[in-house]
């Protein structure tokens, strides 16, 4: 099991910029950020195949980059132009082992973080 440490969350306003740290304990194959807004099920934001494919959710899509340090063991997501519809738990995810695409699918992730608050003021 891959532990999964994340930091940067936090309060900003509408149209603010927030940067989310992931740290994991190992290599993994693929990682991802997910989040989870009060009353809706956890959904895929961006994900990141270790040979650098990236995948992202069309309500993300301009605003928000997913990017690794490997050396550092490290995931980012740069969050610009935050809207309140953003506001939600963030969840870093990893799979250690094979993956073939940067998928969006949670059950495709094998290890999870205990998540980081984002709230987006209007």
């Known amino acids: 099991q891959v532990q999964l440490v994340e930091s940067g969350g936090g309060s900003v306003q509408a149209g603010g910029s927030l940067r989310l740290s992931c740290a994991a304990s190992e290599y993994t194959a693929l990682m991802g950020w997910f989040r989870q807004a009060p009353g809706k099920e956890r959904e895929g934001v961006a994900a990141i195949h270790s040979a650098g494919s990236t995948n992202y959710a069309d309500s993300v899509k301009g605003r928000f980059t997913i990017s690794k340090d490997s050396a550092k063991r490290t995931l980012y997501l740069q969050m610009n132009s935050l809207k309140a519809e953003d506001t939600a738990i963030y969840y870093c995810?990893?799979?250690?082992?094979?993956?073939?695409?940067?998928?969006?699918?949670?059950?495709?992730?094998?290890?999870w973080g205990q998540g980081t608050q984002v709230t987006v003021s209007s």
């Open positions: 995810a990893a799979r250690k082992l094979w993956a073939s695409i940067a998928t969006l699918t949670p059950v495709a992730y094998t290890s």
